[in-house]
């Protein structure tokens, strides 16, 4: 099965291994091409306990790197090579779609998408996760643009 294409993510927050969660270089790197493989939800919850049997309790940068990776799963099951999640709104680039497909799904799906040529913004409510708000959003894209 061929690699999916690499998908940009510009996320809030933190997401990385700290040295003094994993202080092996080696045992770094090895963790970090963990993170990189992973493909489904499965594969992250075992590597989640994984880490805490080996390093203990995970700290919130490496819950950032699973946010990440959680988000990036879903921007690859959306055909979505770009995603930036911003005070206020959360931007999509793509490639692959036509722009009234992204419109059409996401509007069928509640959302209210400003469209351009290849980008979609999305606006995100104060007191609302645009991490959170990117990952359903890229979840109605795959459905909906499918069932267009």
């Known amino acids: 099965m061929p690699e999916p294409?690499?998908?940009r993510l510009d996320l809030p927050g933190s997401a990385y291994l700290p040295d003094e969660y994993v202080q092996d270089s080696?045992?770094?790197?090895?963790v970090y091409r963990r993170f990189a493989g992973i493909r489904s939800e499965a594969d992250a919850?075992?590597?989640r306990a994984e880490l805490r049997d080996?390093?203990?309790?995970?700290?919130g940068p490496v819950e950032g790197l699973f946010t990440a990776v959680t988000v990036r799963m879903a921007a690859e099951a959306a055909g979505v090579p770009e995603v930036r999640v911003e005070p206020g709104r959360v931007t999509?680039?793509?490639a692959r779609y036509a722009r009234q497909q992204v419109v059409s799904a996401l509007t069928l799906a509640g959302f209210r998408p400003v469209a351009g040529s290849n980008q979609v913004r999305i606006p995100v409510a104060a007191g609302h996760d645009g991490v959170d708000v990117a990952t359903r959003v890229l979840t109605a894209l795959a459905g909906g643009v499918a069932g267009l």
Do not use: D
């Not at 080696?26 to 090895?30: D, R, S, T, V, Y």
């Not at 080996?54 to 700290?59: A, K, L």
């Open 5 to 7: 294409a690499a998908v």
């Open 26 to 30: 080696g045992a770094k790197l090895e």
């Open 92 to 94: 999509l680039k793509w």
């Open 45 to 47: 919850e075992a590597l």
């Open 54 to 59: 080996r390093f203990g309790p995970i700290p």
